[in-house]
C-alpha cells in the first residue's frame, strides 16, 4: 500500500473521459488499497477518484461518515464503473475536493440518486444514497468524466470561494471529495 501523490488542477489527466475496468484483478485490487490508504491520510476526505491520482480507471471509494455533518450513509464504498441509474431532485451545497484544496464551491446535485456498480469482488450490486452521500457519489463520479465542480458551477463570479480557515494547513469544517 502506498499514499499517492494527488495531481491539481489545472493537470490535464483531470480532463479525461476514464475507461471502464474491464476485470477486478490484482492490478485493480492493488489500486483500491493505495486510494484507501491515501484518502484515510487526508483530513476531512469524503471521496477519491483513481483519475485524481493519475490512473485513468472508472473507480472511485467514498467514506461520507468522515464528515460529522453527513446524515444518514453507508460508510465505505468501493465503487467500480459506478452508473447512476435514477436521480431525483435537487440540492444547491458547498462542496469541496483534493484536487482544488484552496478552492470550495457552491454546486447543485441531485438530492436521491440510485447507483448500480461492481465491488472490489467485481460483483454487481445496487444501493440508494441521499443528500450528502450522493453528492459525494456524484463529485466523484464526474472526476471520471473528466469534471470537475469548476464545470458544473452557475457562476465562477459568485459561486467558488477560497478556504479561508486553516488549522495546521487544513481547513477544518469543509469536507473534501
Ligand atoms: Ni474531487
Known sequence: MAILPILLYPDERLKQISAPV???DETVTGLIDDLLETLYDSPGCVGIA???VGALVRLVIIDASRN????PNQGRMI??????I???????????CLSLPHL????????????????????????????FEAR?????????????????VASLKTDVFRR????????KTNSKA
Not at 460529522?68 to 446524515?71: S, V
Not at 435514477?86 to 469541496?96: K, L, P, T
Request: one cysteine or more; glycine letters at 8%; aromatic letters at 4%.
Open 22 to 24: 474491464a476485470c477486478v
Open 50 to 52: 483513481a483519475p485524481q
Open 68 to 71: 460529522a455533518k453527513a446524515g
Open 79 to 84: 465503487l467500480i464503473n459506478p452508473e447512476i
Open 86 to 96: 435514477h436521480s431525483v431532485g435537487e440540492v444547491m451545497a458547498r462542496e469541496g
Open 104 to 131: 470550495t464551491a457552491n454546486v447543485k446535485r441531485a438530492q436521491h440518486i440510485k447507483v448500480r456498480a461492481l465491488n472490489e469482488r467485481g460483483e454487481t450490486w445496487q444501493f440508494d444514497a441521499s443528500d
Open 136 to 152: 459525494v457519489v456524484l463529485h466523484e463520479r464526474d472526476h471520471l468524466d473528466g469534471l470537475l465542480f469548476l464545470d458544473r
Open 164 to 171: 479561508k480557515r486553516y488549522v495546521g494547513g487544513e481547513e
